[in-house]
Antibody, heavy 118, light 110 residues
Framework: EVQLVESGGGLVQPGGSLRLSCAAS????????VHWVRQVPGKGLVWVSW????????NYADSVKGRFTISRDNAKNTLYLQMNSLRVEDTAIYYC???????????WGQGTLVSVSS | QSALTQPASVSGSPGQSITISCSGT?????????VSWYQQHPGRVPKVMIY???KRPSAVSDRFSGSKSGNTASLTISGLQAEDEADYYC??????????FGGGTKLTVL
């Protein structure tokens, strides 16, 4: 069974940092691209970042570029999102999702809540 | 990176058909035809309903179909059922190898 399990969310002050993790199981992790998508509760989905299967190519939404870094450890079947210089507007549930491929986000984690507040 | 444009809400009666549009620029839709649609019920994670404009995952009902013309993609749900009431989001891979979601459409089954 394919599973994606996020962790690392929490409450942080503006300007602070957090590292999110997404543990993958039930499939060959190193064959798939993966993404981070966020959602403010009650609002819409927003794409955040993407990494290719071997970690050599990444991209980011303009709103997080230069502050967030996506990475992966295929030996540990884990995706990461290092979030620095956090802002109040980064408050959201962060989901990791598998790219099936061709931009079919076929499996999603349950999400981890990041709250940025003083 | 503005969101793709979707109507905020649509509604229909059971058995009817509805269509949700998703519009953007030529750069938003890129050259990949990687347009997908997601259904999200309250408190649940998104579920892919359509990918690559018009392909349907095997577990998704054939009442769901997708299409694209120019810079507008569409999701059509035929034979509307109460369980279809949810939020729907389009998503596209862009020419810049970023992805963009639509703002979301709340479907109400009357």
């Amino acid at each position: 069974e394919v599973q994606l399990v996020e962790s690392g969310g929490g409450l942080v002050q503006p300007g602070g940092s957090l590292r999110l993790s997404c543990a993958a199981s039930g499939f060959n992790f190193n064959n798939y691209w993966v993404h981070w998508v966020r959602q403010v509760p009650g609002k819409g989905l927003v794409w955040v970042s993407w990494i290719n299967n071997d970690g050599t190519t990444t991209n980011y939404a303009d709103s997080v570029k230069g502050r967030f870094t996506i990475s992966r450890d295929n030996a540990k079947n884990t995706l990461y999102l290092q979030m620095n210089s956090l802002r109040v507007e980064d408050t959201a549930i962060y989901y990791c999702t598998r790219d099936a491929p061709h931009s079919q986000f076929d499996f999603w984690g349950q999400g981890t809540l990041v709250s940025v507040s003083s | 990176q503005s969101a793709l444009t979707q109507p905020a809400s649509v509604s229909g009666s059971p058995g009817q058909s509805i269509t949700i549009s998703c519009s953007g620029t030529s750069s938003d839709f890129g050259s990949y035809d990687h347009v997908s649609w997601y259904q999200q019920h309250p408190g649940r994670v998104p579920k892919v309903m359509i990918y690559e404009v018009s392909k349907r995952p095997s577990a998704v009902s054939d009442r769901f179909s997708g299409s694209k013309s120019g810079n507008t993609a569409s999701l059509t749900i035929s034979g509307l059922q109460a369980e279809d009431e949810a939020d729907y989001y389009c998503c596209s891979r862009t020419n810049s190898d970023t992805w963009v979601f639509g703002g979301g459409t709340k479907l109400t089954v009357l």
